[in-house]
């Protein structure tokens, strides 16, 4: 398996990486009633229905629409890719498909799959199942369909083997197929069998799947609640659990009373850090608390505004204490990062991140600045923790002589803020800081590519990073690619982009009776479904 390391990242970004918003339902008294056992169910232990909630609703669950956070636990529960990430690291490891080659010019990737792997529909999952479902990403071309972009043709040999050539050399690849938003398996013959002229069944799929997962639609009301159940010819063996039941609970407070009533098994994300203190003390529940690719960070506006001054921003990446920063927001729960990226991204000695706390230079800046005014905007999915972050930065800079006015910014609007005039861009953002994968491509290419939007939220341009990222991903080693990135982390660094904070631990909160929780290694907010065990 010649194709490894990459970054971290992740956050409920997704939701805005297509036009249009997403939708948050009420928590209606049916679902309120369901959620509280009506109609069986109940806590995991000894039952067969797993219930648990989410914040809002997903976007369509289409697979090659798909592309956001909110809702990724459906899609791992119906449907399956190639390889997946090995837990807890940027390893890929084998899905649907059981091994890989890769060609030394790196174009072309053969995979052997497991034989007889079923869709839901009854038919098998073979290789002309996946010529079809890459030939569908592209057609459909939404969000994730650049992870197939630059695929040149595939083909099926024979039903176990299936082949992919893409245009041009890219390091990347497998952890595109690796990702929660990875192209999946889907049915040819779900879609060809329920398409609407030529729309791909992409309607018949708002309601309905066509994977190969251990779970398989039965219910999706928006608003209301998700149920899937079980697919009784899974290769992978018979689930835990019959069904799995999504209630729309907007309210984390609801949520937490739910899950202590025993109406919930399970609360993926969400709590603040008192309450994951106290769930760790109480034996009736288990905490798995995981870190992923997504990071804290902050973003200082390179193009307009107070810091499109280069100087004054590499004085205030001194001037912060980063460490006191993250240990009061955090509550000990996490680590002030000592580089750049995740170490799953690249060897933290290759991106380090200046550790000493010099105030000097931006004190004696501030007192010669024509303004000393300055806009902070903290993202508002980042909850408490981001907020206390954000105040404790304005805290700091007023110390040093700034006037620093904090807001709150609606996710909604943080992802329009490319298509905003300069002057309507805050001077300080403190947001999430990573990609889509366990590599640094996406983290380079969706935050920082001239043009890119919508994450490149300051529009920041350079030809010469551009080009360097580009030179990345083409690198047949893995040491040749990492000193790529190396001095990509290096330009970064000098022109004072971001500011790293820590890498957020995600806590997954269940019923004592609920074992062999597996955290996604990029998006620890999503589960395993085929390793969860019930008492």
């Not at 790196?106 to 098998?124: A, C, E, M, S, W």
């Not at 706390?357 to 903290?378: E, H, Q, R």
């Not at 047949?476 to 500011?499: F, G, H, K």
């Amino acid at each position: 398996m010649p194709v490894q390391l990459s970054p971290s990242t992740g956050f409920d970004r997704r939701t805005f990486l297509k036009a249009g918003g997403l939708t948050v339902g009420g928590l209606t008294l049916a679902s309120f009633l369901a959620a509280c056992g009506a109609g069986g169910g109940g806590s995991s232990k000894g039952t067969l229905t797993l219930r648990m909630p989410f914040l809002a609703d997903m976007q369509v669950p289409d697979p090659d629409i798909m592309y956001e956070g909110e809702g990724v636990q459906v899609m791992e529960s119906a449907y399956e890719g190639l390889v997946r990430y090995q837990p807890g690291s940027a390893t890929v490891i084998g899905g649907l498909a059981k091994s890989w080659t890769v060609s030394d010019d790196q174009l072309t990737y053969t995979f052997t799959l497991h034989p007889g792997v079923k869709f839901h529909d009854g038919t098998i999952a073979d290789a002309q199942a996946w010529v079809k479902s890459f030939e569908r990403r592209a057609a459909v071309n939404q969000g994730p369909a650049y992870m197939v972009a630059g695929v040149a043709g595939t083909a099926a040999p024979d039903p176990t083997t299936f082949v992919v050539t893409l245009s041009e050399p890219n390091n990347a690849f497998l952890h595109y197929l690796a990702c929660p938003w990875q192209p999946f398996a889907v049915s040819p013959t779900a879609v060809a069998a329920n398409a609407k002229g030529d729309d791909l069944a992409q309607e018949w799929l708002k309601t309905h799947d066509a994977g190969t997962g251990p779970y398989t639609f039965t219910e999706f009301v928006p608003g209301s609640h998700y149920t899937l159940s079980a697919f009784g010819d899974y290769w992978g063996g018979t689930p835990a659990f019959e069904t799995i039941r999504i209630e729309i609970t907007p309210d984390i407070t609801t949520q937490k009373l739910q899950l202590d009533s025993g109406a919930f098994d399970i609360v993926t994300k969400g709590f603040a850090i008192p309450d994951v203190l106290a769930y760790q003390q109480n034996p009736d529940f288990t905490v798995v608390t995981a870190v992923g690719g997504v990071g804290e960070a902050i973003w200082l506006n390179p193009t307009s505004g107070i810091f499109a001054d280069v100087a004054l921003r590499r004085a205030v990446l001194t001037a912060l204490d980063r460490k006191a920063i993250v240990d009061t927001a955090w509550g000990g729960l996490a680590a002030v990062q000592e580089s750049m990226w995740s170490p799953n991204s690249l060897p933290p000695a290759l991106a380090p991140f200046p550790s000493e706390v010099d105030t000097g230079p931006l004190a004696a800046m501030v007192a010669s600045l024509p303004s000393k005014k300055v806009d902070l905007a903290w993202a508002a999915d980042g909850g408490a923790p981001r907020q206390q972050m954000a105040e404790l930065v304005q805290n700091q800079l007023a110390a040093l002589g700034l006037d620093v006015t904090v807001r709150t910014m609606p996710v909604a609007e943080m992802f329009d803020l490319a298509n905003q005039p300069p002057e309507k861009r805050p001077d300080i953002l403190v947001a999430f800081l990573g990609g889509d994968t366990l590599h640094l491509d996406t983290t380079f290419r969706i935050l920082l590519r001239t043009g890119a939007k919508p994450l490149n939220f300051f529009q920041y341009s350079n030809p010469q990073l551009d080009t360097l990222m580009d030179e990345a991903v083409r690198q047949p080693t893995t040491e040749q690619m990492n000193e790529v990135y190396q001095r990509c982390s290096r330009m970064v660094v000098d022109e004072a982009l971001w500011i790293p904070l820590c890498l957020p631990p995600n806590a997954i909160v269940a019923q004592n009776g609920l074992t062999g929780i597996e955290a996604n290694s990029f998006y620890p907010q999503i589960i395993w479904p085929p390793t969860l065990k019930r008492a």
